[in-house]
């Protein structure tokens, strides 16, 4: 079955920098794209950031756009999400989503299959 694991979470000062990762298995990486999300107490899921396997585009949302960066291992079937300059307002669990590489990258309705998510939160 397919399965997404995240992992690289945690506790860090704002400023500071996290490697998030998720690992798939289960599923043929080079048709789907891997999205990451958040969600934050009492707000609503998110996207952050995604990256079409095959080809290789990204996509970012506006407030993080040039201190995340989302990458792909094609060996380790793992994507990266790199967060620097890393700002209270980013504490969240983030979750990592795969969906048909031919979907919005941008909504979660364009993913089937979720992680079950890991904490970041970052101190003032």
């Known amino acids: 079955q397919v399965q997404l694991v995240e992992s690289g979470g945690g506790l860090v000062q704002a400023g500071g920098s996290l490697r998030l990762s998720c690992a798939a298995s289960?599923?043929?990486?080079?048709?789907?794209?891997i999205g990451w999300f958040r969600q934050a107490p009492g707000k609503e899921r998110e996207f952050v950031a995604a990256?079409?396997?095959?080809?290789?585009?990204?996509y970012y949302a506006d407030s993080v756009r040039g201190r995340f960066t989302i990458s792909r291992d094609n060996a380790k079937n793992t994507v990266y999400l790199q967060m620097n300059s890393l700002k209270p307002e980013d504490t969240a669990v983030y979750y990592c989503?795969?969906?048909?590489?031919?979907?919005?990258?941008?909504?979660?309705?364009?993913?089937?299959?979720w992680g079950q998510g890991t904490q970041v939160t970052v101190s003032s």
């Open positions: 990256i079409r396997w095959s080809g290789g585009s990204t």
């Open positions: 989503a795969a969906g048909p590489h031919s979907s919005s990258a941008y909504g979660s309705s364009g993913y089937d299959y």
């Open positions: 289960g599923l043929t990486v080079s048709s789907y794209k």
